[in-house]
């Protein structure tokens, strides 16, 4: 069984700079897992900010980016603001089968 | 504006099967090649990643339910299903179904309670 693990919390000021990870128990993380981000706010549904490690949709703010950092997958913000206040979850595909994180808490404080 | 939207029973018994339609509005769902998902979470904890289908009906499933889980595309009504049998409580969650590979569009959620 795949493990994909993440920061269970991460605490940032607002207008600081923070980096989420997202790696795998056994080996690192490359662009063929076509590494996901998906944002998720209290009581809302979760809707995807990258995909395909760095890819943005059209309704990603430029402040966050997707990379490949030391084999894992990151989400970098930049200049937080309150409302980056969520739980971040990845997705990595292996095997074909997708593998969700436990999730990130992001608190802006 | 394409949308998606869960349908199905809020509440299964036990040993029983769980079947979910989600409806897709805006878009052809066999228009172009693309991957349908469904994906749950149980209530105050992470999503969870069930599986999806392509146009072709081609499908790929978390291993930890594949015995369990069926992914069906019907292109005639525009929609996909989700079929779990054998449903315990752990199945309790609020199911979400999701379009393409990058999960570019969500559903809003339908709770399912599993419970006698």
């Given at each position: 069984q795949t493990v994909v693990t993440q920061e269970p919390s991460v605490t940032v000021s607002p207008g600081g700079t923070v980096t989420l990870t997202c790696g795998y128990s056994t080996r690192a993380v490359t662009s063929g897992s076509w590494p996901t981000w998906v944002q998720q706010k209290p009581g809302q549904a979760p809707r995807t900010?990258?995909?395909?490690t760095s890819k943005k949709h059209s309704w990603t703010p430029a402040r966050f980016s997707g990379s490949l950092l030391g084999g894992k997958a990151a989400l970098t913000l930049s200049g937080v603001q309150p409302e980056d206040e969520a739980e971040y979850y990845c997705l990595l595909y292996s095997g074909g089968a997708g593998v969700f994180g436990g999730g990130t808490s992001l608190t802006v404080l | 504006q394409v949308q998606m939207q869960e349908s199905g029973p809020g509440l299964v018994k036990p040993s029983q099967t769980l079947s979910l339609t989600c409806s897709v509005s805006?878009?052809?769902?066999?228009?172009?090649g693309r991957y349908w998902n469904w994906i749950r979470q149980p209530a105050g904890k992470g999503l969870e990643w069930i599986g999806r289908v392509y146009t072709n009906g081609a499908t790929n499933y978390n291993p930890s339910l594949e015995s369990r889980v069926t992914i069906s595309i019907d292109t005639s009504k525009n929609q996909f299903s989700l079929k779990l049998s054998?449903?315990?409580?752990?199945?309790?969650a609020v199911y979400y179904c999701a379009k393409d590979q990058w999960l570019v569009l969500w559903g809003q959620g339908t709770l399912v309670t599993v419970s006698s």
């Open positions: 900010l990258i995909y395909s | 805006g878009e052809s769902i066999s228009s172009a054998s449903v315990t409580a752990a199945d309790t």
